[in-house]
């Protein structure tokens, strides 16, 4: 009996740009992340226009080497690592003035807020909208 080949597809460029892209706009988002201020694996993933890739905000953390790794958090502020890496997550975000809940990061005040909101979005499409009717 002859065995099949299963052959995966080629991905093609135009994927793999979108992917790199992606990554580039997740990177760029980590990178902007003060001194002093967290944010979260999923808000990450949300700016830099990929919602729901919390896990590859993760992944790209463990790639990229150079990235301030420690500001990145749970949701709520939970370090989610475990270990003597959740110990030097905790202790870099302390050093920084990072103030803590009980386990978890005081969200309510060291939260980073990414530009591009709703609001920002809700102004830019009115922008928009008063170009296009003054045309």
């Given at each position: 009996?002859?065995?099949?080949?299963?052959?995966?597809?080629?991905?093609?460029?135009?994927?793999?740009?979108?992917?790199?892209?992606?990554?580039?706009?997740?990177?760029?988002?980590?990178?902007?992340?003060?001194?002093?201020?967290?944010?979260?694996?999923?808000?990450?993933?949300?700016?830099?226009?990929?919602?729901?890739?919390?896990?590859?905000?993760?992944?790209?953390l463990r790639q990229v080497p150079g990235l301030p790794w420690?500001?990145?958090?749970?949701?709520?502020?939970?370090?989610?690592?475990?270990?003597?890496?959740?110990?030097?997550?905790?202790?870099?975000?302390?050093?920084?003035?990072?103030?803590?809940?009980?386990?978890?990061?005081?969200?309510?005040?060291?939260?980073?807020?990414?530009?591009?909101?709703?609001?920002?979005r809700r102004s830019a499409f009115a922008s928009r909208v008063?170009?296009?009717?003054?045309?």
């Open positions: 009996m002859k065995r099949q080949s299963r052959s995966k597809p080629v991905p093609s460029k135009s994927g793999s740009n979108a992917l790199e892209s992606k990554r580039r706009r997740v990177v760029r988002c980590i990178r902007t992340l003060p001194a002093g201020t967290v944010s979260s694996y999923g808000a990450i993933a949300k700016a830099a226009g990929w919602p729901g890739a919390a896990r590859q905000v993760v992944r790209i420690h500001r990145v958090v749970g949701s709520g502020g939970a370090i989610k690592l475990g270990g003597e890496n959740g110990a030097e997550q905790r202790f870099r975000l302390r050093m920084e003035g990072v103030s803590f809940r009980g386990a978890r990061v005081d969200m309510k005040r060291h939260e980073f807020r990414f530009a591009g909101g709703k609001a920002a008063v170009f296009l009717m003054s045309s």
